[in-house]
């Protein structure tokens, strides 16, 4: 089992930027998917996006496309979320999650974070 570590969480105003950082700890990750997601109080846990470690392909969901990139670093077996144009419905507790394949299903997903607080105010 792979275990993932988050940072990079916090307080930003509506249009700024923040990067969060998923660490994996345990295993190389050639064969290896890991997707963010995020859930807001009172709502279900939605994808984000996620990118596929082997060849960094990545998607998105639409209501981020256009504002959130993610990249890998294979040497550190980190990932990270470039959030941009941050908007107050962004603010929710993002966890990463890794499994086999890339997908919007968290179901699919084996390892979780412990999540970080992202918070947009107006």
């Known amino acids: 089992q792979v275990q993932l570590v988050e940072s990079g969480g916090g307080l930003v105003q509506a249009g700024g930027s923040l990067r969060l950082s998923c660490a994996a700890l345990?295993?190389?990750?050639?064969?290896?998917?890991m997707g963010w997601f995020r859930q807001a109080p009172g709502l279900e846990r939605e994808f984000v996006g996620g990118i596929r470690w082997s060849n960094a392909y990545t998607k998105f969901a639409n209501s981020v496309k256009g504002r959130f990139t993610m990249s890998r670093v294979g040497a550190e077996n980190t990932a990270y979320l470039h959030m941009t144009s941050l908007r107050p419905e962004d603010t929710a507790v993002y966890y990463c999650a890794g499994g086999t394949d890339l997908s919007s299903t968290p179901v699919q997903y084996r390892d979780w974070g412990q999540g970080t607080q992202v918070t947009v105010s107006s």
């Open positions: 345990g295993r190389t990750l050639s064969a290896y998917a």
